[in-house]
């Protein structure tokens, strides 16, 4: 889910579980959105997209679930592992405004 | 491809000091934007430039300005630093062609500034 204040939500999950992130986007009117994984140190990294008239995408290793009825996003990672150790966030756009991003999960896999 | 490339990766400034911080993409996007990110919050826009010669207020402008010098490269200026604008800055860039609604942005590393 998203964060409120300074600590953000964190999972923790033990190497080779299927992990699920999830993103609860503001504007029923959002027809795009992304999830991308920052890690430590580093710049955000596109993971997968899915547009509003889909609510399901798969890519590797990843699925991305949209639920547009109560507005959630889920991103589900098959078979973590440490390296998926990151912060994930959601992204949101209607039309062609701008990029609204979330605030982020920390997703921490253990070996 | 470099993608996209920020510079410094650090900086350390006194509060009313001036600072500009530079990106470039070698990905021929047409769009180029400034994010700030700050603990706990979600990046934020401060300005982009839909296309070479525009630029534009996003979220958070105050305090910063841009200028597109060319299609590769997208600047944001402090003019005078404030310890509000500690934060890691990121430059990103979209291809945004005409009638692409489902482009998705892709960011440099970051310049993490710190203002005493």
């Known amino acids: 889910g998203e964060s409120v204040g300074l600590h953000l939500p964190t999972l923790s999950v033990q190497e080779g579980d299927n992990s699920i992130i999830n993103c609860a986007y503001s504007?029923?009117?959002?027809?795009?959105f992304i999830w991308y994984k920052q890690e430590s140190g580093k710049g955000p990294q596109f993971i997968i997209d899915?547009?509003?008239?889909?609510d399901k995408r798969q890519g590797q290793r990843v699925t991305v679930l949209l639920n547009k009825t109560v507005k959630h996003l889920s991103l589900q990672i098959a078979a973590t592992q440490p390296g998926d150790s990151a912060v994930y966030f959601c992204a949101e756009r209607k039309g062609y405004s701008t990029l609204t991003f979330g605030k982020g999960t920390m997703l921490l896999v253990s070996p | 491809n470099a993608g996209v490339t920020q510079t410094p990766k650090f900086q350390v400034l006194k509060t009313g000091q001036s600072m500009t911080l530079q990106c470039a993409q070698d990905?021929?996007?047409?769009?180029m934007y400034w994010y700030r990110q700050d603990p706990g919050m979600g990046l934020r826009l401060i300005y982009y430039?839909?296309?070479?010669?525009?630029?534009d207020k996003g979220e958070v402008p105050n305090g910063y300005n841009v200028s597109r010098l060319n299609k590769r490269e997208f600047s944001l200026r402090l003019e005078s630093a404030a310890p509000s604008q500690t934060s890691v800055y990121f430059c990103?860039?979209?291809?945004?062609?005409?009638?692409?609604?489902?482009?998705?942005?892709?960011f440099g590393p970051g310049t993490r500034l710190l203002v005493l």
């Open positions: 504007n029923s009117a959002s027809d795009y």
């Open positions: 990905m021929n996007h047409n769009s």
């Open positions: 430039s839909a296309s070479e010669g525009t630029t």
């Open positions: 899915i547009r509003s008239n889909m």
């Open positions: 990103a860039s979209s291809v945004q062609t005409s009638g692409a609604r489902w482009e998705t942005q892709y």
